[in-house]
Structures are given as structure tokens and as C-alpha cells.
């Protein structure tokens, strides 16, 4: 009877926990379907302020995932976010400029701001464009990180509190091996790549950087951190050189210090921010405000006639993978598909693709790249570079009239490579897994894995030469492709190839890139040269699905994968792209940088 009852109870509290939770479910599914017939935004009133805190990611092209279309980005501990579009916000930032309902803008930026470098640059230059039209900026943190101070010093008063700090010290950037693992594993990796700086191939065969990875990190790092201290100092009126010793004497010591080194304006409280605000704003208690979301989904206040004249962005936003798009991984069938429809469009006058890759699957490249070339021989076609346009990115990139980047995005990366492992020690001596091959031919096993990943044997000389004779294959069809869309010689692209990554500022130097320039940069130019500058619409052939096909999305296994990308945050990317480089057989042009302020 005892155990009868000890069943009996833990069986009712798993149907009490499991009711518990279906019932939080349920709460949430019918708050999305409630989204379907509540679309009312508040209106926004006379002296208010817009808010920005940018605590939300901000992508060039927002996930399309039910969970964050519709506000959820985390069932289990029931997070509410919204991902942005980059475009959006920029245009809001541009509205509010002329919006006379709209006194100014309040900085409030959060430490996690979601977005990279060049997607800050471009938002920050929008600010300083906002300025131009008289209204003003205030800027407030607890604290401040590089990024969201870098953002903050676009204001006209930045201010902090009394115990907070100001982090100011330089850029870096770390390289993760696993060789030792994989030595101890008995995983033997044989990495075969065109071009000494090609180093997406050295985590796996090194334990430590190489020389000419090296240079290019430090040249990388000195360009990006070097940009960042000029535009600090003309913002803030602190010479270049002294904002470089405040770096490496680690001078910020203390909140008293920041304002006696002319980093920030004054220390106050938010209470204190809040009150000037009022007397900024002509209000008596408390100011008003407005949200970014809020203000974004305000009604259009007047009815324009719709142009026929439609300019393209197409974005392509990941790594690059063979075959059909997946959340945060460009498909080249899919992305080749995406361009064909704007090209056969009459409507579509010109082409803006927006790139932020860091590349991927050579051949996926190449399908992509041949699309936007047979787009150039009809309509312009105009490429702006996100935070990253690199090797696979830059492929891509190279057909186009005229490329478009950020000083600080990160792009070339003319390189290639092709990585196998050899797993057949490990898997015998310590999982006791043995392999044995039936075949018809030498070399029919060569690409055979266990796991997905792990090969079976090592190469032979001829094999080896076999994928020596790819790479260089792609590589060659890389510069020459290069060499035509950018009218250099294979000599010239070669000098700067290699698996070279530059600097944005670097890039436009050697004549990899044409200008800087941002999103609404290349729109405008997109417009210019269709000769449809007065009359014109954006369009992307990427629709959001209506709510009800969100809502039965949230049983599927992509919601599935957009929970485990929310719980593992910024490591998500970096499992990410080890994954589909370990488990694409092909020749890859990947860059695996990354830069971010810390």
C-alpha cells in the first residue's frame, strides 16, 4: 500500500507540473493569436522624446522565426524580444528628424547591445545626421562598454553615474584551437588551402596563431581601434594620441576620472537625466516617451501614391551553405532563386544586395555570383557590405557596379581551402570502432565518415594532390572573377589575396571596395543610377508570413533550433560555423573572424 501511494502521488505532481506547463504554453500561444486582431499603436504626442536603448538585436535581415515576429524569443524562461531591421531603424532615426512631434532623442543604451560593428557605425552616423536638423541627443548609462560609449559620444551631453565606469581598452581579437583536443582524440586533420593568411584552416592544425595570421589580426585590429579613436576624438575634443595612452595607462580608473579626462559631460543619476529632459521638452512632471518598436510601428502620416519603380534589397545574412537557406544560413539555390525573381521583375529598376557573411561553400559561391552577374547585364546592381563581407562573402560581392562598406567592416579574405578528418587511430584506440570498406575503385571512400565528420582512413599522395588541384581550381575562378568585376589584373588580386582579410578602410585602398557608405547609402545610389531618384519603392523579394502561419511555425523544428541559438547567445555562432565547416565535403571560402567592442 506504500508504494502504492508513494506511485500514486509522484505520478499526480507530474500531472500537476506537466498541466503547469502546457497551461504557460497555451497563455503564450493565445497571447500570439490575440496579436492577430490587436494591431493598436499609441500615438505619439506633442514633446516627446525618443527613446533608445537598443537592447534588442538588430540585423539586417530580422529572423523571420514565429518566436521573434511575434515577441517571443524564449518559451522557457518567457524572455519577450523583438529583432529590428537595420533598415528600419534607420529610417525611424531619419523620420524623427523632421517628425515635429519629436523633440529629440535619449540614449539610454544597454551594455548588450545586439548588433556588430559596422551596423553600430551606421546607426551612429544616422544619429549624427539626426543632429543636423537642431534637435538634440542625450546620452545616459550606468555604465558604458566601447560599444555603447562609441554610440553615446554621437550625442551633445553624455552622462554617467556617479559609480559608474567607462571602459576604454583598445580591440582584440582570440583564435580558439583545438588541436590538442583533437591530437588527443587521435583525430588527425589534413588541411589543404591556397593563400599563407588563409587561417580559417589553422585552429585545426596550429596551437597557436602563425605569422601572417598575426600581421593580418594586428593590421585588422589597428585599422578598426584606429577609426574608432578618431572619430571619439572629434566627437569628444580629445586629442588622438591621448585617448590611445587613456587605452594602454588604463586611465579610467574611477566615474570622478571620466569627467576630469572629457569622456563624459557630467555624473547624475537617470532621475537627473530625466528631470533636464523635462525642462528640455517644456514639461512640468516627467517627460514623455517613445519607444523605438513604438515609434517603427507608427502609422504612415500621409498616403503616397505607390511607385511602380521598386529597388530591390535582397539580403544575404550567414554563412554560406549548399543547397536551400536555413535559419541564419544562406541557401546558394535559395539565394540564386531570390535574385532570378528580381531580375525577370520589369518592375525592379536596380539592385541593392546586402552582404554580411563571413562566406562559406565555394560552389554555393559560385551559383550565387552567377546570378548577380547575369542581374549587372540588365539593371544596376549595388552591394553593401554589412559587418562582415569576407572570402565567400566578398565572391558574391565582386560582380557588382559598385561596392559599398563601412571603414570598419571586415572583408576579402580572397582565399580558399579544403579540411579532412581523419579519425581512423582515434575511433580504434579509444572508442574500440573499427572500419571496414567494401569498394570498387582506390579512392571511392575517400570522402566516407563516421559521426558525419570524422573520415575513416588518412589521404594518399594522391588524393591529396586530387584536392590540391580543387582548391587551386576555385581559387583561380576566385581572382578571376575578382579580377572582372573589379577591372584589376589576376597579378593585382593576387597581391591582395590570399586569404588577406582587410579592414573596410584598407579595402577601399586596394581598391577592393568603392566607397562608404551604409543600407540607405546604397539605396539612394541603387535609385541614382536606374534614373528613378524622384520615384521609387523598396521592395524584398523576403515576404513575412501572416500570423496564423507563425503561430503553427512554433510546433517546428526551426522554433526549436531559434531556442537553442537564444540560450547560447553569441557561442551560437561560433558552434554554428565549426559545424558547417567540419561538415561540408567541399572546398570552402570562409573567413572566421569576427570583431566586436567589447
Known sequence: MKNFWSTFLACLLALVVANVVIGVFLVMVLAGIGTLFSETVPDVQQKTVLRLDFAEPISDDPSRNPLSEMGFNDLISMRVARNYALIDVLKAIETAATDDRISGIYLNVSPNMGMGMATLEEIRDALLQFKESGKFIVSYADYYTQGSYYMATAADKVYLNPQGNVTWLGLASGVVFYKGLLDKLGVQVEAIRHGSFKSAVEPFILDKMSPENRLQMDALLGSIWGHVVKRVSDARGIDSAQLQ???????????RNTVDLKMVDSLVYASD?????????????EPEFVSLGTYIDQPKTAVQKLSRNKIAVVYAEGQIVDGKSREGLIGGSSLAARLARVRTDDQVKAVVLRVNSPGGSALASEVIWHEVEQIRQLKPVIVSMGNMAASGGYYISCP??????????LTGSIGVFGLML???KGL???LGITVDV????PSADMDMAVFGAVGVRPMNQAERDFMQNSVEQVYSAFVGHVAEGRNMTAGQVDSVGGGRVWSGESALRIGLIDGFGGLRDAVALAADRAGVADDFRIVSPEESPDR????????SAETRAELFRGEMGEAYRDYETLRNMLYQNSIQALSPYRVAMP
Not at 400 to 409: E, F, G, K
Not at 438 to 441: F, G, M, R, V
Open 428 to 430: 580504434q584506440d579509444k
Open 273 to 285: 537625466v530625466e528631470r533636464m529632459l523635462c525642462e528640455m521638452t517644456d514639461r512640468d512632471e
Open 548 to 555: 496564423l502561419t507563425q503561430l503553427l511555425k512554433l510546433f
Open 245 to 255: 595612452r587613456y587605452a594602454s595607462d588604463l586611465a579610467l580608473r574611477s566615474a
Open 400 to 409: 557588382a557596379d559598385v561596392i559599398l562598406a563601412s571603414p570598419v567592416t
Open 438 to 441: 567494401a569498394k570498387t575503385n
Open 422 to 424: 581523419n579519425g581512423e
